[in-house]
């Protein structure tokens, strides 16, 4: 009598597997039937699908628990094949594709037709990179399809940087987790928006504004709080990168004074700066982050989830200079204090 039902809300088996040729392999043929993928990226892992298939689109926003209207970048295998996903390209386009790619900047372009609206969130432009890590070019180019990947952790948590946040995070919702160690840069790719008359910058990333101004010249910068720049990049409006933890940003030298009320309410508090400090107190985790800011920038989010991770309470963090990879540091941070 009882039918045996297909319960699409069971929980999967979410396989992890090295990084390797077998792994890419079995990887692939998940991609091409529309399943989900956790790989790693020279930034963060991201969680992929298959771009061009709305199936396999959607399922990556039900996994993440991310909000549909925030569109999803579109990663390559190579810069040659930037004309089957976007409708229009300059040369100008092409310049700049050839000085950062592969490499940690996203580009948004007109959309080309054959991309699906829900991979832009209803947009009719496209987020697209060629990502600088073996694993990821490998898996495309076996895939061989584009893979639409956002950062792969739940919505509004650190991105993850580790294939163990990964787990964290997405067991049980996906199909597989390639294991390619710890990301190198440890921050997201810099999105630039090239549709307009002059390059807007939407999110710092890996690759510093002073770089994209050598190499560009000119480079607007909008605010994320900015109402016009959250319309042009929708990842903006959206809660982020926020640990379970209360995060408080203060200034350089301010973190002993800041931590005080905590102490002495009793509460376990971090406090992260760049100094070394010599404190000692009960429920007090002290951690030196590098003067190094790519240093820095490649500890960040798993700082922040080690911290949550050991219940602390709330977390102290002096702020770091906003030159280079510090401009995307201090915005990562500022978004986990504000959601906070
Ligand atoms: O480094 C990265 O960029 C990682 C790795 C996996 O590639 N991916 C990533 O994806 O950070 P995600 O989804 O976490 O962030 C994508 C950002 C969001 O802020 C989103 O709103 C913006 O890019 N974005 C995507 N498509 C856009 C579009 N068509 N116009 C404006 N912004 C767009
Ligand atoms: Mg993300």
Do not use: C
């Amino acid at each position: 009598m009882s039918a045996i039902l297909y319960d699409v809300k069971a929980p999967l088996h979410t396989e992890l597997l090295e990084a390797d040729e077998a792994g890419i392999r079995r990887a692939a043929e998940v991609v091409r039937a529309d399943g989900l993928v956790a790989f790693p990226t020279e930034t963060v892992y991201g969680l992929g699908a298959n771009a061009l298939s709305e199936a396999a689109v959607l399922r990556i926003f039900e996994a993440k628990d991310r909000p549909r209207g925030n569109p999803l970048i579109v990663h390559l295998g190579e810069a040659g094949q930037l004309a089957t996903v976007a409708g229009e390209v300059t040369s100008r386009v092409r310049e700049i594709t050839a000085r950062f790619w592969p490499g940690p900047l996203t580009l948004v372009l007109p959309r080309a037709p054959v991309v699906p609206l829900v991979t832009t969130g209803g947009l009719d432009t496209v987020a697209v990179r060629v990502p600088d890590h073996p694993v990821a070019r490998a898996l495309i180019e076996a895939s061989r399809v584009p893979i639409a990947a956002p950062s792969a952790n739940r919505s509004g948590r650190p991105s993850p940087t580790l294939a163990r946040h990964v787990r964290d995070d997405l067991d049980g919702r996906i199909e597989l987790i390639l294991d390619g160690g710890p990301t190198p840069v440890g921050v997201e790719s810099t999105v630039l928006d090239m549709t307009g008359d002059s390059p807007l910058l939407l999110r710092p990333g890996g690759i510093p504004l002073e770089s994209l101004r050598e190499a560009l010249g000119p480079v607007r910068v909008v605010a994320g709080a900015d109402h016009e720049a959250a319309g042009r990049s929708p990842g903006l409006r959206y809660r982020h990168y926020a640990p379970r933890a209360r995060v408080i940003l203060v200034d350089p030298g301010a973190g002993e004074t800041a931590i005080q009320p905590w102490l002495e309410a009793g509460r376990q508090v971090a406090l992260v700066s760049q100094r070394r400090i010599a404190l000692e107190r009960p429920r007090l985790t002290l951690r030196v982050m590098p003067v190094d800011l790519e240093a820095y920038a490649r500890d960040l989010f798993a700082l922040l989830r080690e911290l949550d991770a050991s219940g602390v309470e709330t977390i102290v963090v002096e702020a770091v200079s906003e030159r280079g990879l510090g401009r995307t540091i201090m915005d990562r941070l500022r978004r986990a204090a504000a959601a906070s």
